[in-house]
């Protein structure tokens, strides 16, 4: 089939990439002319294992190119998706003018029937809404067909969440162009769910939500842990054998950050607000969460006494591991209430330094090393779980650091191991702090 894809954002890219790979002819389409080059040249714009390897494969094979010229792309396909992004806007909606402006962009290129297919993110109703954008601005008699078909593909498991996913929904009122759409992914062997465009849209927010619940649920408990000196690690594997719960997104740390589940639970409730049905759930999930991303600063104050003049050591930076993206990181805003608070902070990120220097800016200083960042620390926070930083010699690790404590954000350090190491103070989340006072013989 042939097919142009409109955006080579996380999403645009992998859906692109993974395409042409169960043979389809695709062609990515992006009005970022560097992002396009990048790709030209057999590159990926974006830290996302397994992606460059099948991008070089499939341009090689000449089923994938890329172009910033709608006009030619679209003279090319009977499939058009839509991979734009979806951002928040201040009072928390989904702002639509990326998709709008991608509206304009079909309406005035599109030359053949189409079947436009809407994975971009968005609140119930907009697929409707494109719709009457495109058809009123159409510059050829065409015939277009709409489908939702959102995505939920993970950052940092990109392609092996669209070459294995769970499910693939379809929402279209069209059944030939779902026919077409699933005959599109048929090679993937997944299953399909088929339903109402309106459903399928909100199956997008609803999932999203429930997981940035459940994340924020485990957070509370683990606060609770904390207070009353139970360990949130084995109360979530206790509560994940039951196979109605589930043991998936239940680890407690700092709160989920993303370029997701923020915005699109603000989002959902967004429209729970302009619908008139309370939906005050979804307002503790945020609060949950924003309470949670400032815990290792707060945990740190308490210990430290002051943050004036302390220097902090943080491990990681992007929102989670094997990513570089810095969208929403909870980095961001641990970041900038120490440098508030007075303290002195040196970062390190095995890949998203680059990218959290325009974001958080030059008030903390960025290295290339864990240890280059430990060097005089007061203390250390580990805020990714980056498998490099489980992996760390942390006797020599404390070794350079003026006093050797450890604020866990991610629960991802081996605490037997780190008894080793007395002395030691260990604070991870939700569980009992190891403090090892004496130095081991
Ligand atoms: N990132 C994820 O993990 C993920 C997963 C599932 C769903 N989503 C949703 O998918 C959508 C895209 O997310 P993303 O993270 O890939 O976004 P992104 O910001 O990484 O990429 C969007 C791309 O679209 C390009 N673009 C904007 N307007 C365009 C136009 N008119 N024509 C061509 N290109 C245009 C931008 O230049 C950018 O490269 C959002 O709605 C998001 O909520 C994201
Ligand atoms: O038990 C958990 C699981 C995740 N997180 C955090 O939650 C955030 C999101 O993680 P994850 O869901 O793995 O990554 P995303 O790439 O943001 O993927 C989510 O958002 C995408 C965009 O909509 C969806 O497509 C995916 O299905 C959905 O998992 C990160 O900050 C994680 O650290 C936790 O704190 N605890």
């Given at each position: 089939m042939k097919v142009a894809v409109l955006g080579t954002g996380y999403v645009g890219l992998s859906t692109g990439i993974c395409l042409a790979e169960i043979g389809h002819n695709v062609i990515c389409i992006d009005i970022d002319e560097r992002k396009i080059n990048t790709l030209k040249e057999g590159k990926s714009p974006i830290y996302e294992p397994g992606l460059e390897e099948l991008l070089i494969k499939n341009s090689s094979a000449g089923r994938l190119t890329f172009t910033t010229s709608h006009q030619y792309a679209l003279n090319h396909a009977d499939i058009i998706i839509i991979a734009v992004g979806t951002p928040q806007s201040d009072d928390g909606q989904a702002d639509l003018s990326f998709l709008e402006r991608a509206a304009k962009d079909l309406a005035e290129n599109i030359v053949r029937d189409s079947i436009v297919v809407v994975k971009s993110t968005v609140p119930v109703g907009t697929n409707e809404y494109l719709k009457q954008l495109l058809l009123g601005q159409l510059k050829n008699k065409v015939e277009i067909k709409m489908v939702s078909n959102p995505e939920f593909l993970r950052q940092g498991s990109a392609i092996q969440d669209t070459l294995k996913a769970d499910r693939i929904i379809i929402g279209s009122d069209d059944a030939g162009a779902s026919e077409i759409i699933q005959e599109m992914y048929r090679p993937l062997n997944v299953p399909f769910l088929l339903t109402d465009v309106r459903s399928a849209e909100m199956i997008k927010y609803a999932s999203n939500a429930f997981l940035a619940t459940k994340i924020s649920f485990i957070n509370g408990i683990a606060n609770l842990c904390e207070a009353v000196g139970a360990d949130v690690e084995d109360v979530a594997k206790g509560m994940g054998y039951d196979k109605r719960i589930?043991?998936?997104?239940l680890k407690a740390g700092i709160g989920y950050g993303g370029s997701c589940f923020p915005k699109d639970v603000k989002a959902l409730l967004h429209t729970s607000k302009e619908q008139g049905i309370p939906f005050s759930l979804l307002e503790e999930t945020i609060a949950i969460n924003d309470h949670q991303q400032e815990l290792l600063v707060g945990k740190a104050l308490k210990r430290l006494g002051?943050?004036?003049?302390k220097k902090i050591a943080m491990l990681g930076l992007s929102f989670?591991?094997?990513?570089?993206d810095m969208r929403d990181a909870p980095s961001i805003k641990i970041a900038h209430a120490l440098t508030a608070g007075g303290a002195e902070v040196t970062a390190y990120d095995p890949v998203a330094s680059g990218n959290a220097r325009k974001v958080i800016g030059e008030v903390i200083t960025y290295v290339d090393s864990a240890f280059e960042a430990a060097k005089g620390a007061d203390a250390l926070f580990i805020v990714t779980e980056w498998e490099e930083f489980r992996q760390l010699e942390f006797e020599a690790l404390l070794d350079v650091m003026k006093q050797r404590i450890i604020f866990d954000g991610?629960?991802?350090?081996?605490e037997a191991a780190l008894q080793e190491c007395s002395p030691i103070e260990y604070y991870p989340v939700g569980r009992p702090a190891v403090i090892m006072k004496d130095k081991k013989v």
């Open positions: 589930g043991s998936a997104f002051e943050l004036k003049g989670k591991p094997e990513t570089d991610r629960n991802c350090l081996d």
